[in-house]
Each structure stands twice: as C-alpha cells, then as structure tokens.
C-alpha cells in the first residue's frame, strides 16, 4: 500500500547521472521530502529505460507524487517515462523551463542530463519544479490530450 505519496519524490538515473542523483536526492532529504531511489547508484552501464519504466510505476502505482530522471542527455530517458499516460516528464535546462513545465503542463517528472547540466542549475530548477504550482484553467483541455490522446 502506497504511503503519502504527496510528500515522496522517486528518482532514478543510469550510471551518466549518478553523480547528480547524489546531489539532488541530499537535497531532497534536506528539504523534508521522502525518497524513493529506484537506482542505479553505480558507474556499471545499464539501460535507462528500465528506471524510467520503475519510475513510471512509482508514480502510477501511487507510491510517488512526482519524480526525477537523469540519464547523461536526459533526452532518451525523459522519451521512455513519456511512454506511460499517467506521466508528463519535462527534460529541463533552466529555471524557466523549470517553472512552465508546472504552470502549463502540469508535469509530474523531471528529467536532467546529468553531463549537461551544472549540479547549480540542476538544484534551482528542482526546487522551482516543486514549489510550483499547475495553473489549470485553460491548460486543463491541453493536458487532459496528454494522457487521452484519442
């Protein structure tokens, strides 16, 4: 049975965001939040789709309110969470970015490039992607299209 989901972050990473994942999940822990870590946590290659994929179902199986990604671009890991309705994942390189991926599409996971983006700007963006709110209204039509492409 899922706990407080609305208070857990899970975050996943392949071995080109180790190094970051470390960073922003101590930050995490320092700002209160729970941590789901679905790995990896080690320099082996792996294949970033299988954490997108546990993350995926973290969220969807209520155990995560929202998430992080990193892989080394953030490009194929961000694709392969998209795969699922239940998830809109923004791959993100600023604080703007950061902040309209919320108010307009009301994404649920966040995506770096652990080799493209600065630990810095990683841990703003993180934190603008949490305290930000979706604005709804005339959004809601466009992210409800997300999810029921039909």
Avoid: W
């Amino acid at each position: 049975m899922p706990v407080e989901p609305s208070n857990t972050i899970a975050i996943a990473c392949d071995q080109g965001g180790i190094d970051l994942k470390a960073e922003l999940t101590k930050d995490l822990v320092d700002n209160s939040y729970e941590v789901l870590n679905l790995g990896t946590d080690g320099p082996e290659s792996v294949d970033y789709p299988d954490f997108a994929y546990a993350l995926a179902h973290a969220i969807k199986d209520g155990y995560a309110s929202r998430g992080v990604l990193i892989c080394g671009s953030s490009i194929g890991i961000c694709m392969a969470a998209n795969r699922f309705p239940e998830i809109r994942a923004a791959q993100i390189h600023d604080a703007l970015g950061a902040r309209l991926c919320r108010e307009h599409n009301d994404a649920n996971v966040i995506a770096f490039g652990g080799r493209v983006i600065g630990v810095e700007t990683a841990r703003d963006c993180l934190k603008i992607f949490l305290n930000t709110a979706f604005e709804g209204g005339r959004h809601v039509r466009r992210v409800d299209k997300l999810s029921n492409p039909e």
